[in-house]
């Protein structure tokens, strides 16, 4: 029995972590937050396409759920503002519909929320510099199409870019799609696994250097308990998205359940170890020009895209009640 | 499951600190349960300061003469040999002046007192011993070095117990589903609501688990790491317990001998094998690295 990653995975986790801990350095996150009109550069992104990043959900080139959950913890420990996790998502669920031609080479995005109109989609990521755009619909089926609009949302979230679209339908995406569903919750848990390992270890430095009446604040119970909390959690959330991840290759029959429970786990994870770093860093951490907040939005908006936790709880209560 | 002190915590802390004359005399019968082992930690006046305790053991030729009283000894009206320290060097910092023993229960010396507790049972007991003998070969891990030894049972009581109890909370979960189910609340969204959450936690605890047992596969023996997964079983395990009250609703007044005793029993989960709020200190300054308060 082995409950670890195993020695290529391991490379692949320590691999993407330097490499992303590189490019985006805590002040380039800020830029393209802040000052960058996309979001990220084609610089970037040519980099991770010679890295093969895009295609690694492509069927053919394509490595396992545990591997792509492993880079996609990493991108959330990073926070890097990239449209990557779009593209991997409209290409899990191409590639469940065998339409994984449709995105080579390309960039695509996922859209899941409809709006209040006919043929509106709220809360899109990366739509405005997508070329293909999966629809998902309220039914489980989906559609894609290349013909849309998209129209900037600003969203709490500075680091991924929201848009509001209009399609007006698309060519509807054959066979049984729920497995790639179930992947791409399990990916967006794996981020908020790394957003919250992110502020974990920030909160943890900030309270060993951290000094009031005259010893730092992490010798006081009243920060340091809050601080094990977050490793009860961010450790607690890995490990469901790992079973997740493992079950959707290896054990499908579990795949649905162990999805729900690392994404609600995973959410509620990620939301509160970044209010309570926030928390342990005092007032210096609500202030714009700290770097928390940018991990405690990414957070929140994980939490409320895809599936909200207590939706998935009602799912595992559904499969096992 | 009679002798589980023995197996998961003296057999483990034997084979770590012991002599080879200790694993001979020691482990089989730790495997066969012919001799039931117990645990003289804790005293009225030390508890999560388990390093103050004032158990006295002193030399006398080949042997040491210990008097004290111990306290939560589970099993001692029934164990062969109890894991016991004392302190043997007074002048000593805390730490440094304790010794492990094993004791032999079975002498005059040592009096055993059933403690009953809120469930109106008694599974634990309070040891009274007044001039105890100990020969010297009986000493784990050197004089004056016994906190160590004590920690490494520490470490296994967490990493192993907590390992068997997350099945436990498995069972329970499935019966309260059942529970859920007789009692017409399976479309309760809140009740729904409270079982997905301990379903998720449950498959948390089980997982956590497993990882913690490949850690310590890897390493050879548990990390302080293993605190966690028994103060996450405590809070899963009583939040179950409470859920079933409510479901139980005005039943819930009446003893019974499966959830109301269940809830009861589970109010000490937190505070048994090291409080929750000492095992966040040890995972907050041993895998954090915070100052030590």
Excluded at chain 2, 66 to 81: E, F, L, R, Y
Excluded at chain 2, 138 to 157: D, F, K, Q, R, S
Aim: a negative charge; glycine letters at 10%; aromatic letters at 6%.
């Amino acid at each position: 029995m082995n409950f670890d990653l195993s020695e290529d995975q391991h490379t692949i986790k320590r691999t993407a972590r330097e490499f992303l801990a590189s490019r985006y350095k805590p002040e380039e996150v800020r830029r393209l937050a802040l000052e960058d009109e996309r979001g990220w550069t084609d610089a970037q992104w040519a980099e991770m396409a010679e890295l093969g990043w895009p295609q690694l959900v492509h069927p053919e080139h394509g490595l396992g759920t545990v591997e792509l959950v492993v880079v996609a913890e990493e991108l959330g420990y990073a926070l890097a503002p990239t449209p990557l996790q779009s593209t991997w998502m409209a290409g899990l669920a191409l590639a469940a519909g065998g339409q994984s031609a449709r995105l080579e080479g390309r960039r695509g995005a996922l859209a899941v929320w409809p709006g209040d109109a006919p043929g509106e989609w709220i809360a899109v990521p990366d739509a405005g510099t997508a070329d293909v755009l999966v629809l998902r619909d309220p039914g489980g089926g989906a559609s894609v199409t290349e013909d849309f609009s998209v129209e900037p949302a600003p969203g709490i979230d500075p680091t991924r870019r929201l848009f509001t679209v209009r399609a007006s339908g698309g060519e509807p995406l054959e066979g049984d799609l729920s497995r790639a569903w179930d992947q791409i919750l399990v990916m967006s848990a794996a981020e908020s696994v790394g957003v919250g390992e992110r502020a974990m270890h920030m909160a943890v430095a900030y309270a060993k250097e951290r000094k009031q009446f005259g010893r730092a604040i992490g010798s006081f119970q009243a920060v340091s308990h809050p601080c094990a909390q977050m490793l009860l959690e961010v450790e607690g959330a890995r490990s469901a998205v790992y079973w997740a991840a493992w079950a959707l290759d290896f054990e499908p029959e579990t795949g649905p359940l162990a999805a729900a429970c690392a994404k609600a786990y995973a959410s509620d994870a990620g939301a509160r170890v970044t209010r309570s770093a926030m928390q342990v860093h005092g007032g210096i951490a609500f202030t714009w020009e700290h770097d928390l907040h940018f991990l405690l939005k990414r957070a929140e908006a994980n939490a409320h895209a895809l599936g909200e936790a207590r939706s998935l709880r009602a799912r595992v209560a559904a499969l096992t009640l | 499951m009679a002798n589980v002190l023995g197996l998961a915590m003296g057999g483990p802390t034997v084979i770590a600190h012991g002599t080879d004359a200790q694993k001979e005399r020691h482990l089989a019968p730790i495997l066969s349960a012919e001799e039931i082992w117990c645990q003289g930690f804790s005293e009225p006046d030390s508890g999560s300061d388990l390093a103050s305790l004032k158990t006295r053991a002193v030399r006398d030729g080949d042997e040491w003469v210990v008097t004290g009283q111990k306290v939560w000894t589970t099993m001692a009206h029934q164990s062969k040999w109890c894991m016991l320290i004392a302190r043997t060097d007074p002048e000593a910092p805390k730490h440094r002046g304790l010794t492990y023993f094993l004791m032999d229960m079975e002498q005059d010396a040592v009096e055993v007192r059933p403690l009953v507790q809120i469930t109106g049972e008694a599974e634990f007991n309070e040891l009274f011993i007044e001039e105890a003998r100990i020969p010297h070969a009986n000493i784990v891990g050197g004089e004056n070095n016994g906190w160590p030894v004590a920690i490494t049972t520490l470490m296994h009581e967490r990493a192993g117990l907590a390992f068997a109890l997350q099945v436990q909370v498995q069972i329970a979960l499935r019966e309260l589903m059942a529970e859920v189910r007789e009692r017409g609340q399976a479309e309760d969204p809140i009740v729904r609501d409270r079982l997905g959450q301990l379903y998720i936690e449950a498959q948390v605890l089980r997982l956590n688990a497993f990882r913690g047992l490949t850690a310590t596969m890897k390493r050879g023996a548990p990390g302080p790491e293993g605190s966690l997964g028994k103060w996450h079983w405590a809070e899963v395990n009583q939040a179950l317990t409470e859920l079933a009250m409510d479901v139980a609703g005005p039943h819930a007044q009446l003893v019974d001998q499966t959830w109301t005793y269940r809830f009861l029993r589970a109010r000490a989960n937190s505070i048994e094998g090291g409080t929750t709020e000492i095992l966040k200190n040890i995972v907050a300054e041993r895998v954090l690295g915070l100052p030590r308060g």
